[in-house]
């Protein structure tokens, strides 16, 4: 059973405008949380992190928001460029564990 | 820049065949990871080492087994290769903190 899930497999967003990813967790052990980006035949890019003892993180155009009670958390990018056109990937890990993580969902900014 | 390098971007091998994925990172850092990445299932951990001689076991270390002679190289080995371990399969390192970096993966492919 995954114990992360990003149940959007693919998302199509046009320029300019705000995408939303999300993820969902089951273990409430998890207190520390990565988004990673991937291109085509590349390896995993890291983009933006955030801690359990907060809710919000924010990077330029990407936030990362954090929902501890829903076990919930979701990146959103604002405003979506072409080139963030990817696969992003939502990890979780419990202290002094290795982290787990989702299927990935591929997003498509339309120009 | 950290960089990670794995030995081959693409490779094709014969069920059966003993198949040696080689990564090199060249920031010294302690921890290195082998990955495989399937659709619909994200990345999932094989192997990781946390020092030079050292491996421990990821999630599915079935039919793999991993070697680290020198700190910057980790090497993952197929024993005998098949077809269901046809994957794309990425190495990561990381130091002490957090973010891990990805080498550029390796799309094996086992006829």
């Known amino acids: 059973d995954q114990q992360v899930k990003q149940n959007s497999p693919s998302l199509s967003v046009q320029e300019g405008r705000i995408s939303i990813l999300n993820c969902d967790y089951t273990n409430s052990m998890f207190d520390y949380f990565l988004w990673y980006k991937k291109y085509p035949a590349e390896g995993p890019t890291f983009l933006i992190s955030i801690s359990s003892i907060k809710d919000k993180n924010e990077d330029g155009r990407f936030t990362v928001f954090l929902n501890k009670s829903a076990k919930h958390l979701s990146l959103h990018i604002v405003p979506s460029q072409p080139g963030d056109s990817a696969v992003y990937f939502c990890a979780a890990r419990a202290y002094g564990q290795n982290f787990v993580f989702g299927p990935g969902t591929r997003l498509s900014v339309l120009p | 820049d950290v960089k990670v390098t794995q030995s081959s971007r693409y490779l094709v091998k014969r069920t059966g065949e003993k198949v040696f994925l080689e990564c090199v990172q060249d920031m010294d850092h302690e921890n290195m990871f082998w990955y495989r990445q399937d659709p619909g299932l994200g990345l999932r951990l094989i192997y990781f080492?946390?020092?030079?001689?050292?491996?421990e076991k990821g999630d599915i270390p079935e039919g793999y087994s991993v070697s680290r002679e020198k700190k910057e190289r980790f090497s993952l080995i197929l024993e005998s290769a098949s077809t269901n371990q046809t994957s794309m399969y990425l190495c990561?390192?990381?130091?002490?903190?957090?973010?891990?970096?990805f080498g550029p993966g390796t799309r094996l492919t086992v006829t």
């Open positions: 080492s946390y020092d030079v001689k050292m491996k």
């Open positions: 990561a390192s990381r130091t002490t903190g957090d973010e891990q970096y």
